[in-house]
């Protein structure tokens, strides 16, 4: 009895105070929401597989290509029957399921890939997790997930085995694209910038031209939808893949923009009508936004929602941008010499700046 | 050329497998599989559970508590879970920094039973470990009739650390020499003895108590984390390196051995490095991080990043309040200068009565403060 005691002090105080250094056993497991469809990554340690199915048929304390191979319909199986994903009374299936060798942490993972077909899309999925449990209560899977663009992560463990998904409900949601394009305008100084020197040269022009300040509200409102239209077009050929323009191209123009409309202020060469330009100028920066957006893979109805919200968000920011710039050059008396200097430094600013752009995003300086 | 031809055959190896071909590695698994056919034998589970254990704090490797809590689960379900059973759960809360849990495992063994002591044992020393000196105290003295020098050893450690440290020091050092114990108490007993001459000022006297602990005990992570650091202390890190081996598994060991190679100038920065920062990173997303104490240690003394340093000293406060706990803390906060933590580390020491030389350093004044390397 003593001497059991006496072991234990060691066995058991001591070892409290060390930590250990190899790594826990985690798998990970991303579900991604792409339209209609949920593809998944399971990424699972060699190690941990192999205490369930016994990989190293030949004992040498490895697992090479050939035995991953004689094992897969036992992965899958094995997978399938511990990643549990139901819709009510019906099972979730995998289709398209590929499993490649990987190195997470450094340590050896098996990423399964497969998409997971749902008899209703749309509604909740749960998720039962069930892997390894059995032999080992250490074992975690930390998931993420990403459901068109929005992701969400957690941590499945022995205590807490079920998700309920609503987040894997597949439909668009208007109001995230369409606060995505109020952010993505207010976030983005060179589309600022070539906003207001845009507003300022309608301001001047009518001011030349003595024309009353509802007419100069509705020019801008002409002007900005013209500028709108146009980058909704570019934003949709390009989200569809029918257009494509290196990320660079795109960029430098869009800074070249911003110096031609600002030079336009001193030596109006645009055109008395400002609309025809905006929406030229509307066309490359719609480009823009679509790579801000990035790859959506969603299609048909779903699309056409994401790209609409996205660009009434961008147009209302504008009108918040424009409509502010407005009161301030309006509250101006055009022969005041602070409205000159105002709107002349401003169009100095915007040059330099928009020619800097350019010259950094096109050859790097 | 060879690389390139063997890949993508049958014959590439795309993953190797820890001690798959170990004996014992092999036994465990032939007796898993027996305890999944034959449930209801608990005496293979007891034996199962323990040598993962051991097999775990050996190989410093988390999954195999998690192979023992999985072979426990089943009798831990039942309405009257056996008591040996009871208190190997409870062993794997306390490694895994399940302290509340391990308590109420614990406190689930009743006085009459054969386990009752080292239940009380290991409760006086989680309550000790968690700075809550009042409960270990009772606990200590739970073993006053059962086990009365160990009992006694028990209570010399509590009352070193609340305000007793010389008396504490001088009675045990006298129990060591005047007593012939068993090697597992005497190499136990000779760590506190170590940390309170460390803690009296008397680094010199911690390292030739060392000198007396059973050598195959001593060789424990934690006796040989211990040791680092009083050789530290001593400005002795090439004997750091000599009693750290570079295969070395735990994290206390790891990062005390790329200390010493960090004052030596030579080359810390290695895959041992990187794992354990990958390792921290790791441990931090999965919530709950027994590593903390260690990421506290790597991030003031080998990567130099103060705040970072300081975050995980405070979450391994929350769970540990030992001797290295409070300097970590102590030492961190004066680091990253956050002062609301040093003061709050001085209230504790008071409130506590605690003392200890190596903290008086950081008392001082900031410009009065050397460089800890």
Known sequence: MMKRLAALLLTTLVATNT?????????????????????????????????????????????????????????????????????????CGFENTTQNPTFLNNDPYLSLNFS???????????????????????????????????????????????????????????????????????????????????????????????????????????????????????LGLAQTGILFLPAWLVESAIGLSVAIAAADLFYPFLGAKKWPAAFTFGLIHGLGFASALGPLHIMGTDLVIALTAFNLGIEFGQLVLATTALIILLSLKPQNKIHFFVTRVFATIAFITGLCWFMQRAFGF | MKAMQSENTDDQVIARLPDSNDPETVLLTRMRRYTQEHPDDLGTAVNLAHRYIAKGKNESDTRYLGYAAAVLKRWLDMEQTPTQITLLDAEIKQYNHDFSGALNSLGDIPQ????????????????????????AHT?????????????????????????????????????LTTNSYQPEITTWALGKLMDMSVRSNRVQEALYYAGF??????????????????????????????????????????????????????????????RLERLFLALSKRGKNP??????????????????????????????????????????????????????VVDWIIKNRYQDATIAKFLMPVSDTGATE
Request: charge should be negative; charged fraction near 20%.
């Open chain 1, 19 to 91: 930590a250990f250094a190899h790594q826990a056993s985690d798998s990970y497991l991303v579900l991604t929401t792409e339209g209609q469809r949920v593809f998944a990554q399971w990424d699972i340690a060699f190690r941990d597989l192999n205490v369930l199915l016994e990989m190293d048929t030949n004992g040498d304390g490895s697992i090479t290509r050939g035995e991953l191979k004689s094992h897969r319909s036992q992965i899958l199986d094995v997978a399938s029957r511990n990643l549990i994903l139901t819709q009510g009374d019906s099972k």
């Open chain 2, 291 to 344: 590593h903390a104490r260690e990421a506290a240690y790597y991030y003031l003394y080998l990567s130099e990043e103060p705040q970072k340093a300081l975050s995980a000293a405070l979450e391994n406060w929350n769970d540990q309040k030992e001797p290295i706990d409070i300097r970590l803390l102590m030492e961190t906060a004066k680091q990253s200068g956050n002062m609301n933590t040093v003061d709050y």
């Open chain 1, 116 to 234: 997971v077909a749902c008899p209703n899309p749309g509604e909740p999925v749960r998720l039962q997790y069930k892997f390894l449990f059995e032999t080992d209560l250490s074992h975690q899977s930390l998931f993420k997930l990403v459901n068109n663009g929005k992701e969400t992560a957690g941590i499945i463990n022995a205590d807490n085995r079920t998700l309920t998904l609503n987040q894997l409900s597949t439909s668009v949601s208007f109001t995230d694209f369409f606060v995505s394009g109020f952010v993505h305008i207010m976030d983005g100084p060179d589309h600022i910038l070539f906003l207001l020197v845009l507003v300022i040269a309608v301001t001047l022009s009518a001011e030349r031209k003595h024309i009353a300040k509802k007419q100069i509200c509705f020019n801008t409102v002409k002007l900005l939808t013209a500028f709108t239209v146009a980058h909704a077009i570019t």
């Open chain 2, 112 to 135: 009459s039973t054969q386990q009752y002591p080292t239940a009380a044992l290991m409760s006086a020393n989680i309550h000790q470990i968690q700075g809550r000196f009042v409960e």
């Open chain 2, 139 to 175: 606990n200590c003295n739970t073993l006053g009739t059962r086990m009365s020098h160990i009992s006694e050893i028990c209570t010399l450690s509590l009352a070193s650390l609340t305000g007793d440290l010389d008396v504490a020091r001088q009675k045990l050092q006298e129990l």
């Open chain 2, 213 to 274: 602990m059973d050598k195959t005990l001593a060789r424990a992570a934690f006796h040989r984390a211990q040791l680092a650091d009083v050789l530290f202390m001593l400005n002795r890190p090439s004997d750091v390196l000599s009693l750290i081996s570079e295969d070395e598994q735990s994290d206390a060991l790891i990062v005390r051995r790329l200390r010493a190679q960090k004052i030596l100038g030579q080359n810390w920065r290695s895959t041992a490095s990187k």
